[in-house]
């Protein structure tokens, strides 16, 4: 196998190293599109990566020159039946909502363009970081499409004025202003992008496992709460993580001004 010719590796390359899996989409003529079989291929890497506790944080990325195009277009014109269509985004919905509901922390590290259904994967990870020549658009109503399921994250992700103006033109967004927007964490030059990601992974494999995790599933669940019924849900949720050997360890830690050993329990 020749390394160095993508067209010779699968579809979606992982690669794990201290706690960090990075998971590559590796269609990059095809600008790393959301094919059927790259969105399968994702969903089957996430829900492994989910059952591994060896794995502390997932970087997504794309190879070449983009991060990811969206849809595979030449693909669903192909299968043009409303049958397909429904399976499609079906799957497509799932891997959002698996990102969302797996214990770790999902990075998405973002260079070229994040557009339609990429765009929507960015949204959905807990954390972006973006090249500064990155940009950014939800263009599915240039081609007479509403991009509906992004919109979805890209609602929750920054304002409704904000993601309503991106969904209605198809205008692209620079990295600057959609880090303003909150769709992206941190913008940096493309030479410091792979050394600012690992701050991130370095900061988060740092922390405790369980409480990483636990805090995730209460931050995601409580959004979709009323005001009282979220809080009811963070007060049982900060209850069962005093509860944890790692809570007991890290707080003996500080107050012993030493690093913590977490216990993973």
Known sequence: MNAADPTTLPILMRADKEGVATLTLNRPTQFNS?????????????DAIGKDVSVRAVVIAGAGKAFCAGHDLKQMRANHSKTYMQKLFKACGKVMMTIVEMPQPVIARIHG???????QLVAMCDLAVAADG?????????VGLFCSTP???????????????MLLTGDFIDAAEAQRRG???????????????????DS???KSAVAVGMGKQMFYKQL???LDGAYQLASETMACNMMAAD??????AFMQKRKPEWKGC
């Not at 959301?34 to 996430?46: K, P």
């Not at 363009?113 to 765009?119: L, Q, S």
């Not at 964490?185 to 792979?194: A, E, G, T």
């Open 247 to 252: 809570a007991a360890e890290g707080i003996d």
């Open 34 to 46: 959301l094919s059927e079989e790259m969105l399968g291929e994702l969903q089957a890497a996430l």
């Open 113 to 119: 363009i994040a557009t339609a259904a990429g765009c």
């Open 224 to 226: 979709e709460m009323g």
């Open 134 to 142: 990155a940009r950014f658009a939800v263009s599915g109503i240039n």
């Open 151 to 165: 919109s979805v994250a890209l609602g929750r992700a920054m304002g409704r004025k904000e993601a309503m103006e």
């Open 183 to 201: 769709l992206i964490n941190r913008v940096v030059p493309l030479d410091q992008l792979d050394a600012e990601v690992k701050k991130l992974t």
């Open 204 to 206: 988060i494999c740092a």
